[in-house]
């Protein structure tokens, strides 16, 4: 018998993996257990567990824009000068300079780093090094853009070792994009001081390394300034570099996709020619982008009123991490008399567990607790009404376990 051939001209086509943390929020969509606990993706809830509130600046700046926006038409590709100017001034500090910064206001944070990748692998390198571990969407997007990747390694027997990471980064050929995180290390919660970000800049400089810095996390991890310092440093000591930014988390505008891109250089004679590459890379993605999210987020920055309760909101938001941080670290010690002094002292969101496989599969299966492969909580996913549920199913799963 002759086998048959499909006719379908999708027969072949290739089934990718679910995206780790997108993956897992389908699972616990459809887990039935009314208890169930989901620490896996990056946002930050409520008190009482349900889904992020919207700022009220945020509600304030759209009734405001309700009242006052004239026109949807189309912004311009690179998006709206007013917003980048600002968004520039937020992240860059004194070192947004528009003769030598080319900003673009994009689709959230993961269509700055994709834009930016395309244009790092177009036009400048195909060699990347990432930290090990990573959010996992930085090597999808590198592998999509056929950039190759090798892993710095951060987090080493359960801590950041930066001789470690140092002496690998010292090795990297010149021209290695290097992706950084400036704060609250997604997964590991754990960041560079500012001495050692000063070792690091020099090193780049010294080695022709690519800085490439991913931001998503301004303001929720030691404030503002602080967790920019890492960026203005480099731009300080007069190096070139590229940086993501999103205000996802920040003005808990998840779903609005709104963020940026910058590309710092020296010389004022490339400016045009690497405007007309993002130009170009956007255009032919997205052709321009979305103007409401922009709209919002320039009157948080630029109206003093909402300004001012904006940064309150965040700060709230941040205390409430740094709370949670706490209150996990010594709830966990003093069951298991280990030191978890690593997750109270961690910046952001995030914190990385010492758990197997099994023992991760064993939280979401025996326990209803939802937490990556990687092994990462979202301490924004805590609150004081499912933190003892979790550190009862934690201990139960690390019961007897070497791994402490
Ligand atoms: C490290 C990191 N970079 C970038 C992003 C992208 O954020 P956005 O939702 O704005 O695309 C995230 C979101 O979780 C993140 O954790």
Redesign the pocket.
């Known amino acids: 018998m002759e086998q048959e051939v499909s006719r379908s001209i999708f027969a072949r086509v290739r089934e990718v993996p679910a995206d780790p943390?997108f993956g897992l929020n389908d699972l616990f969509r459809l887990d039935p257990r009314k208890d169930r606990i989901n620490l896996t993706?990056?946002v930050c809830l409520e008190e009482d567990g349900s889904a992020p509130k919207i700022f009220t600046a945020v509600k304030k700046a759209e009734e405001l824009l309700l009242k006052t926006e004239k026109t949807k038409t189309y912004l311009p590709i690179l998006g709206d000068e007013e917003y980048i100017r600002q968004t520039g001034k937020f992240v860059l500090g004194p070192y947004w300079k528009e003769e030598i910064v080319v900003g673009a206001q994009t689709?959230?944070?993961?269509?700055?780093?994709r834009i930016l990748s395309d244009f790092l692998k177009n036009e400048i390198s195909s060699e990347a090094a990432l930290s090990n571990y990573?959010?996992p969407?930085?090597p999808q997007i590198f592998d999509r853009v056929g950039i190759k990747r090798e892993a710095y390694p951060y987090w080493v027997d359960g801590k950041f070792d930066f001789d470690r990471f140092y002496r690998y980064l010292s090795k990297l050929s010149r021209k290695t994009i290097v992706q950084l995180?400036p704060t609250s290390h997604?997964p590991t919660g754990v960041d560079l001081t500012l001495e050692e970000w000063r070792e690091v800049a020099l090193l780049c400089d010294r080695n022709g390394l690519i800085p490439f810095f991913?931001s998503?996390?301004q303001g929720l991890g030691q404030g503002i300034e602080k967790d920019v310092a890492p960026i203005r440093l480099f731009l300080e000591n007069g190096l070139e570099c590229l940086i993501?930014h999103?205000?996802?988390?920040s003005m808990a505008v998840?779903a609005e996709?709104?963020?940026a891109l910058f590309v710092c250089m020296r010389d004022a004679k490339d400016r045009e020619r690497i405007s007309s590459n993002i130009a170009s890379l956007i255009r032919t993605q997205y052709s321009n982008p979305p103007k409401h999210s922009a709209s919002v987020a320039k009157l948080l920055l630029t109206h003093p009123d909402l300004n001012e309760l904006w940064k309150k909101e965040l700060e709230e938001m941040r205390l409430r991490i740094v709370t949670m941080r706490h209150t996990l670290a010594q709830k966990l010690g003093k069951r298991l008399h280990v030191d978890f002094s690593y997750i109270d002292k961690g910046c952001g969101l995030f914190s990385l567990l010492h758990l197997s496989k099994s023992q991760i599969i064993a939280l979401r299966e025996k326990h209803a607790v939802y937490i990556t492969e990687q092994g990462r909580i979202n301490l924004a996913a805590l609150n004081p009404t499912n933190i003892e549920a979790v550190v009862d199913a934690l201990c139960s799963v690390w019961q007897g376990s070497k791994a402490l």
């Open positions: 943390i993706y990056g689709v959230g944070g993961t269509a700055a780093l990573t959010w969407n930085h995180q997604n991913d998503a996390y993501a999103s205000y996802s988390k998840y996709r709104v963020g």
